[in-house]
T-cell receptor, first 112, second 114 residues
Framework: DAKTTQPPSMDCAEGRAANLPCNHSTISGNEYVYWYRQIHSQGPQYIIHGLKNNETNEMASLIITEDRKSSTLILPHATLRDTAVYYCIVRAHTGTASKLTFGTGTRLQVTL | NAGVTQTPKFRILKIGQSMTLQCTQDMNHNYMYWYRQDPGMGLKLIYYSVGAGITDKGEVPNGYNVSRSTTEDFPLRLELAAPSQTSVYFC?????????????FGEGSRLTVL
């Protein structure tokens, strides 16, 4: 799996958009970008994923650059409950075994 | 569906003891993973399995063993527990080849070795 790089921490005011960047410059053509978040010490929770088109669901939007070397997770109206560690990983959707290694993620602190 | 179920949720071990962390999933997923997470740190992959009878090492396999005799179960065995194995352990599963490829996690097992 391609390695990802994320800033260690970010702050965001409640009600504002939180934009979390991720670099994955060695991503392969068949690898998807996945985002997860971990609140306190719970098991990580899936947020969204995409291949090359931008994606949106009820939780967030994912913007992937045209060269696919980086992406941004957008939480459009952050709330205090969005305070968590956010992990970006890249992995193939099919095919051979995927080790699925996580980096250290970005710790997002949403404040009043 | 119960998803991914881990037992026990909490356990205290003495140095040198052994134990097995249980993980079972009812989603017919082919891939299963064990991670450990030390306080304030990210997830580190211990072992993973791509199907019944097939397992492979992750980043930090020393001191652990796994088996995958069925699709549903992926137990993690700790032999000769050491204080360095104090951590939260997460089991996860996904289906490679079908669906979204979303990784489902259990609630974690908190292990303390004294």
């Amino acid at each position: 799996d391609a390695k990802t790089t994320q800033p260690p921490s970010m702050d965001c005011a409640e009600g504002r958009a939180a934009n979390l960047p991720c670099n994955h410059s060695t991503i392969s053509g068949n690898e998807y970008v996945y985002w997860y978040r971990q609140i306190h010490s719970q098991g990580p929770q899936y947020i969204i994923h995409g291949l090359k088109n931008n994606e949106t669901n009820e939780m967030a939007s994912l913007i992937i650059t045209e060269d696919r070397k980086s992406s941004t997770l957008i939480l459009p109206h952050a709330t205090l409950r969005d305070t968590a560690v956010y992990y970006c990983i890249v992995r193939a959707h099919t095919g051979t075994a995927s080790k699925l290694t996580f980096g250290t993620g970005t710790r997002l602190q949403v404040t009043l | 569906n119960a998803g991914v179920t881990q037992t026990p949720k909490f356990r205290i071990l003495k140095i040198g003891q052994s134990m097995t962390l249980q993980c079972t999933q009812d989603m017919n997923h082919n891939y299963m993973y064990w991670y450990r997470q030390d306080p304030g740190m990210g997830l580190k992959l211990i072992y993973y399995s791509v199907g019944a009878g097939i397992t492979d090492k992750g980043e930090v396999p020393n001191g652990y063993n796994v088996s995958r005799s069925t699709t549903e179960d992926f137990p993690l065995r700790l032999e000769l527990a050491a204080p360095s194995q104090t951590s939260v352990y997460f089991c996860a599963s996904t289906h490679v080849g079908l669906g979204t490829g979303e990784l489902f996690f259990g609630e974690g097992s908190r292990l303390t070795v004294l």
